[in-house]
């Protein structure tokens, strides 16, 4: 729980578990990286059914509500922005707003 690399490999898993998700349900599914010059960066950007879907991963109990702003710069794009979430280790979903969700890890 807290090594150097924790972060980084429940980025890994959180990532791995989603892809293997999609494929086991036969959907396509384009996962995407996103960070820009400005060092605005998401941690998976999903493109399914016309829209971007973007997820912040985090290893906290209790994620900040301003992770989801750098959700807005996909508004930017030809493509529209769907649904989003913070993924963590908070034991409940809930939300931040009606299309920004927190969702835990074990959810997934």
């Not at 349900?25 to 400005?38: G, T």
């Not at 900040?64 to 908070?90: E, W």
């Amino acid at each position: 729980m807290n090594g150097a690399m924790n972060g980084a490999i429940l980025e890994n898993y959180a990532v791995a578990e989603i892809r293997k998700t999609w494929l086991n349900d036969a959907k396509e599914c384009i996962l995407h990286y996103y960070r820009d010059k400005d060092a605005n960066e998401i941690d998976l950007v999903m493109e399914s059914n016309g829209a971007l879907h973007p997820l912040e991963i985090k290893k906290s109990t209790n994620p900040g509500t301003k992770l989801a702003t750098v959700f807005k710069v996909l508004d930017k794009g030809s493509v529209p922005r769907g649904a989003g979430a913070i993924l963590c280790l908070r034991e409940t979903m809930s939300a931040i707003d009606r299309s920004t969700f927190i969702i835990p890890v074990w959810m997934i």
